[in-house]
């Protein structure tokens, strides 16, 4: 039976965290274990863990200060075992239908390569009631994914060749640790598997940390102040982290868009590279008019 660790970054999630690791524990056909670690939670969410460790020798936890979502996953990624066949990350709201991961592992033992499997989201309201289903939606390319994220961490599960390649390196600059392990898996040509079908329940809710309906006012302002008012480009710190971190391992395409990501700020050509690029687009219009204006302003 394949060994699964899932990782799980707690913060005050006190009121739907118990059912969410009852049905991680309830997982059929593999041997879970469930490594946690609490982001400085101000609630009752420790002793709700510390009530189920009891029951559950399959459960570990640590507590730590608040670093966020995606610096709290990449420390439970660096203090994950060694010793598993796959990983999983987790969210604190949802619920995993009983065969989540084990679809996940049938496709993944399709490829030999470092691989990474994420799927569509099964949208419910706080209550688990239905709402939609949500499809992956990007252009499913190393190009693509550095344009826009499309990766939702908590239907991501990978084996443990990918694993190894994302502890060997632990970022300084990072957004979120999602999109993070899809840019890497990319980079140095790994596979990555897009399901279709749907085996978690997305709970949204008004504590969600970011939602699946994060439109509207407030995206608008997160995207401005991290391309203006910060004044950093993001994806070429991106760029300049995956080329510390893998150059070795990187595919030749991946290095020529790596490069000219590194250079384009100071480098018209690799400004206009970026520009005339036919494979640097995304399937939206807007998207593409909003990565162009970037691109001029230096703002990527």
């Known amino acids: 039976m394949n060994k699964v660790q899932v990782l799980l970054s707690t913060y005050n999630g006190e009121k739907y965290l118990q059912e969410q690791i009852e049905s991680i524990l309830k997982q059929e056909d593999v041997e879970i274990s469930l490594l946690i670690r609490d982001d400085g ?6 002793e709700i863990i510390e009530n189920l460790k009891k029951k559950n020798f399959n459960i570990a936890y640590y507590s730590g200060n608040n670093l966020g979502p995606a610096k709290s996953f990449m420390d439970l990624v660096n203090k994950s075992g060694n010793n598993f066949d796959y990983y999983a990350f987790s969210d604190q709201d949802d619920v995993w239908k009983p065969k989540k991961i084990i679809s996940a592992i049938t496709k993944l033992k399709q490829t030999n390569k470092p691989s990474l ?12 009631n239905f709402i939609e289903t949500k499809q992956v939606d990007g252009n499913f390319s190393f190009e693509g994914e550095m344009i826009k994220n499309f990766a939702t961490g908590c239907t991501q599960v990978f084996n443990k060749d990918l694993m190894k390649i994302i502890k060997s390196y632990m970022p300084n600059y990072i ?3 999602d999109s993070w392990i899809t840019r ?7 596979d990555v598997i897009i399901d279709s079908n749907s085996n978690i329940l997305y709970r949204q809710h008004q504590g969600n940390v970011l939602g699946y309906q994060d439109e509207g006012f407030q995206k608008l302002k997160r995207q401005f102040k991290i391309a203006f008012l910060n004044k950093v480009c993001m994806r070429v710190n991106i760029a300049k982290e995956l080329k510390n971190g893998y150059e070795n391992l990187l595919t030749s395409n991946a290095r020529e ?7 384009y700020p100071h480098d018209k050509k690799a400004k206009k590279w970026l520009l005339k690029n036919k494979n640097f687009r995304t399937k939206d219009p807007k998207i593409n008019r909003k990565m162009k204006l970037s691109i001029y302003l230096n703002r990527f």
Not at 184 to 190: F, Q, S
């Open 41 to 46: 939670s101000c609630d009752n969410t420790i």
């Open 175 to 177: 957004i979120m640790h």
């Open 184 to 190: 890497v898996c990319y980079a140095i040509g790994g």
């Open 257 to 263: 868009v790596i490069d000219n990501l590194i250079s």
């Open 117 to 128: 499997y994420m799927s569509a989201l099964e949208i419910v309201d706080e209550n688990l």
